[in-house]
Structures are given as structure tokens and as C-alpha cells.
């Protein structure tokens, strides 16, 4: 009983020192949490994702094509921004270690979440907010590291959509065709800004040029007008760039004290996750071969 009043002195001790406005909002709080106004908490809608699913979380550009003529990029394919967009994209896999494999290309990157992730409880609307917001303020922090002096002249915007795969076949495929689409649009702006920059045609004509043209044909006029083998491009350019996790041994240097009290130095050899940037085929099955520890099991 006398260690139940102490208690009470105490709390009301410590309460005459607080701040009026400190000491209001302390009294009050409890009061406040179950107020008459929460019933506006029920509008909220549930946007938990289904469990056992992949998560992919797919962000573009908004109105990049302006924010690239503003900035100045390198036609078809600037070497500068598509770091800056990789840069972001692995601050955003460093932030999120439940992302298993993103990839990027152009102004876009898709991020995907392993099928037991729980961030955030799984809602649909954290998890893209968070990969939205990291990824933008990233490219906002990178942008000198990769433009120099060149002035950043206004935010960029990046818009998110999210989506379900339940097995490991549909997410493959939809990795397939983000990489079969970067193929396609890097093909067309290649033959399109060389007809330009090498062949002398306004952007109107070589528009026309190309209308019609399938794959075959536009290697043809790479190959035979300007001595262009589009193999030999970039694979950059050509596979756009995959993020994974790779496990690297890293050795330091610790000093250890020894029972006689010398000082020495021992060799430490530890393994780390790390990002690693590729570029190549994805579509195959050597690269899924080569990194089985990516999927999980459909069973």
C-alpha cells in the first residue's frame, strides 16, 4: 500500500514540472485515442496483398520525356541517367531486404517481393509509397554524383502500381516481358536517332522510315547503311540491368588482446549480402539456373 502511494506522489510530482501544454496533451492523450472521431478509421479500405504471391512493385517516369529533353539526355541512351536509376533502385533493395530481384530499364524499374515478405503487413499502399518515396528522394540525393555540375532543374515524379504473381512461371514472365520490351524500344530508338544523328533525316523522317519495319529490317539498315551490328551495343542498353543479392566474403582487421595482455592483429573472414548489377538475359533459363536461391519453391 505504501509503495502504491509513493507511486501516485511521484507521477504527480513529475507532472507539476511538466510544461501546461505537455501537461495537457499527457492528460488528455488517452481520451483522444478513443474519441467520438475515430469511427473515420472504418472508411479505410483493406489493401493487404494475398498470401503465398509474389509482390512486384513497378515504377515509370512521369513525363520523362520532358524531364529528358530539359535535362539534356544522351540520345537514344544516357549512360548517366540509367546509373542514377540503378543507384536508386539499389538504395531501395538496401532498404527493403525482402526484395529479391528488381530490374530496370529506360525511366522504369520493377521491384519484387519474396512471397513470405511481411513489411508493412503486406498492404499495397505502404509498400509502394515506400519504394516510391525511396526511390525518388534517391535520385534527387545521386543526381550530382552522376550529372556533376549539371543542374537538376526540377523534382522528378516517379508513379507506382502493384501486382500479384502466384507462381514462379507468371513472374518469370512478367520479367520476360519488361526485358523483351526494353529489347524492342532500344532496337527502335537505336535505328531511329542514328538515321537522325548519322543518316541526316528529321525525326518526322525517320519516323517514317521506320513505320512497318519489323526486327529483321531495322538490323538490316543498322547493319548495311551505317556498319552497325546491334549485338555489339551496350548490354546495358540491350538487357537493361538486374538487381540481385550475392553473398561476398569480406576480410577486416581486428586488433585481439591476448591473456599476457599483447595486442595482435587477426584476420577476419566474414560473408555479406550485397547488391550486385547485371546485365544480361533473363529470359533464358542459364541465368535462373545460375541463381536458384531467387525463387522460391511453387510446393
Known amino acids: 500500500m505504501l509503495i502504491q502511494r509513493t507511486h501516485r506522489i511521484r507521477r504527480g510530482i513529475t507532472s507539476c514540472f511538466l510544461p501546461p501544454l ?18 473515420v478509421r472504418n472508411f479505410e479500405t483493406d489493401d493487404t496483398c494475398l498470401r503465398n504471391c ?41 532498404e527493403l531486404e525482402d526484395i529479391i530481384i528488381a530490374y530496370g530499364q529506360s525511366d522504369e524499374f520493377s ?15 505502404k509498400l509502394m509509397t515506400h519504394v516510391a518515396s525511396q526511390f525518388s528522394s534517391s535520385y534527387v540525393f545521386y543526381w550530382k554524383e552522376f550529372f556533376g555540375e549539371e543542374p537538376l532543374l526540377y523534382p522528378p515524379g516517379f508513379d507506382g502500381r502493384v501486382v500479384l504473381y502466384p507462381s514462379n512461371r507468371n513472374l518469370r514472365d512478367y ?37 512497318g519495319t519489323l526486327a529483321a529490317d531495322k538490323n538490316e539498315i543498322l547493319f548495311s547503311e551505317f556498319d552497325i551490328n546491334y549485338n555489339n551495343e551496350s ?14 566474403d569480406e576480410t577486416v582487421t581486428k586488433r585481439v588482446k591476448l591473456p599476457n595482455e599483447e595486442e595482435k592483429e587477426v584476420h577476419v573472414t566474414r560473408s555479406r549480402k ?16 545460375d541463381h536458384p536461391d531467387i525463387l522460391e519453391d511453387d510446393n
Request: net charge positive.
Open 22 to 39: 505537455v501537461r495537457l496533451f499527457h492528460s488528455s492523450s488517452s481520451t483522444m485515442a478513443k474519441s467520438k472521431f475515430e469511427y
Open 54 to 94: 509474389y509482390i512486384v512493385v513497378r515504377l515509370d517516369g512521369r513525363n520523362f520525356h520532358k524531364f529528358a529533353e530539359k535535362h539534356k539526355f544522351t540520345k537514344p541512351n544516357d549512360n548517366r541517367a540509367l546509373g542514377l536509376m540503378t543507384r536508386s533502385a539499389h538504395s531501395v533493395m538496401e
Open 111 to 125: 521491384f519484387v517481393f519474396k512471397r513470405t515478405s511481411n513489411w508493412f503487413k503486406r498492404r499495397a499502399s
Open 175 to 211: 520479367l520476360s516481358w519488361r526485358q523483351a520490351d526494353c529489347h524492342v524500344n532500344n532496337l527502335y530508338n537505336t535505328v531511329f536517332w542514328t538515321l537522325v544523328q548519322k543518316g541526316g533525316l528529321t525525326t518526322a523522317q525517320a519516323e517514317d522510315r521506320l513505320k
Open 235 to 248: 548490354a546495358l542498353h540491350r538487357k537493361g540491368t538486374t538487381l540481385i543479392w550475392e553473398k561476398q
Open 274 to 289: 550485397r547488391v550486385r548489377a547485371l546485365h544480361c538475359d533473363i529470359i533464358g533459363e542459364q541465368f535462373w539456373e
